[in-house]
């Protein structure tokens, strides 16, 4: 029988091996460090939709760099570097060389920004970077230079790089960047390069952020670039509060209205104009303005991206999160999508049926974590609004009696011989006296 206190205190040399490993993980962030920046998308939310977070026709970095689908653009990335350093005019050998140096100057730094990665060599990993991160440069130029007129193959490319798992860190890109275009054009900035591409498929109508109000934020990578488009000169991060859920249908029949945002001070602003008339503030002027969304075949696969993307980061402003909560919360059924389309605050370019899209809203934040919801104070008005003693009967009474044209005859007919009994009875009375 073993002593117990043996078991009690542990071996020594295990316990000091865990603890080793333990603290081998937190010094080297294996487990997820602050400088981790490109993840792996858990699986829970794969499953749910597995074609979102996997790339079209290139591979950009170590996670699907195996995938069979990417092999073709593979064989291709040479063809990209060639053309960038020939139109840049630029010495082969020496750049290669300036650039290989700073890439493995730095290759502790960019395999603590994977997650979890398969196991590559200093060489092939160092390799990756300045092969992808050429393609990405060359990519950028020419699709400036063009207008972006090679539209079928640039589409697939453009939304392959805004992959979660499909990323390269921002200062490997950087590093290349300042040792080739940079040298070519001293005026040139990479971000700017970057937000050329992103204004063709920018998620929202309202225009991105200027580069100069992005000149000292440092992005994580292309993707994270994108976020920081769309979020607040100021931020903020309110808890989630517990709301009632009122669909665009319901806040219709209590008389709000939707609206295009105009002139917004960010372009996810969402904002809820109440009448000054508080007396009719049940019947008119009640507006909530919100950003126009464009739907495309892709939107759904960048929302899902930009949304882990927070939901890893832990540093990361909930802002896409908390914006496909307050469309969820608004859409309930294909009407409710119907009546945001035609108020202009979503523009459905897909070919499927509107039922589809309500599907998408309502099962993109499955397995999501809203821990911040940055719409608190608009949709407490709205709340407020909507529980007010005129409003909340007003909009039963339309969806009791006025929900559809049969329904609203039969509360006119209904009315109409109520008042003609009613009156024929007070004639009948009157009649009776005399």
């Known amino acids: 029988m073993e002593n117990y206190t043996d078991m009690e205190n542990g071996d020594v040399d295990i316990v000091e091996q865990v603890v080793k490993i333990l603290l081998d993980c937190e010094v080297n962030g294996v487990n997820g460090g602050s400088k981790t920046c490109i993840f792996k998308v858990p699986s829970v ?36 570097r060639r053309c960038l350093l020939n139109h840049l005019n630029l010495p082969l050998e020496q750049t290669l060389r300036t650039c290989v140096k700073k890439i493995t100057a730095s290759i502790d730094q960019i395999k603590e920004s994977y997650f979890e990665m398969n196991t590559y060599t200093n060489v092939e990993l160092a390799q990756m970077m300045v092969m992808d991160g ?54 040139a900035s990479l971000k700017n390069l970057i937000l050329h591409v992103l204004r063709h498929i920018r998620l929202f109508v309202e225009t991105l952020r200027e580069v100069n109000d992005l000149r000292e934020t440092k992005p994580d990578h292309i993707l994270g670039l994108m976020h920081k488009c769309y979020q607040p000169a100021e931020t903020s991060n309110p808890p989630l ?53 464009q739907i495309y075949d892709f939107t759904e696969s960048l929302l899902r991206n930009l949304i882990v993307y927070e939901q890893s980061a832990k540093v990361v402003p909930l802002y896409i999160t908390s914006y496909t909560v307050f469309i969820d919360t608004l859409v309930d059924t294909k009407e409710d999508i119907v009546m945001l389309m035609d108020a202009g605050v979503i523009i459905n370019n897909l070919a499927g049926s509107t039922e589809e ?11 999501i974590d809203v821990a911040y919801f940055f719409y608190n104070k608009e949709w407490a008005k709205i709340d407020e609004y909507y529980n007010g003693w005129w409003t909340r009967n007003v909009a039963w009474l339309r969806r009791r009696y006025f929900s559809n044209p049969w329904s609203s005859i039969a509360f006119i007919v209904g009315t109409i011989l109520f008042t003609l009994a009613f009156v024929q009875t007070i004639y009948t009375v009157k009649g009776v006296k005399s």
């Open 357 to 367: 899209l309500a599907n998408i809203f309502n099962n993109i934040n499955k397995q």
């Open 134 to 187: 050429f393609f990405i440069l060359e990519f950028l130029r020419s699709h400036e230079e063009s207008g972006g007129d090679h539209v079928l193959l640039s589409t697939d490319i453009v939304y392959d790089l805004l992959l979660l798992e499909n990323q390269i860190p921002f200062f490997v890109l950087q590093d290349l960047f300042d040792s080739t275009i940079l040298i070519h054009k001293p005026d």
């Open 241 to 293: 509060k517990g709301k009632q859920i009122h669909s665009a249908c319901e806040l219709d029949r209590a008389y709000v209205k939707f609206m295009p945002n105009q002139d917004p001070s960010w372009a996810m602003e969402i904002k809820f104009e109440q009448s000054r008339l508080r007396c009719f503030s049940w019947s008119c002027g009640n507006t909530l303005r919100m950003p126009v969304i």
């Open 45 to 80: 939310l794969r499953a749910i939709s597995p074609d979102s977070y996997n790339p079209r026709v290139v591979s950009i970095g170590p996670l699907h760099r195996e995938a069979e689908n990417v092999q073709a653009m593979e064989a291709r990335k040479a063809t990209y």
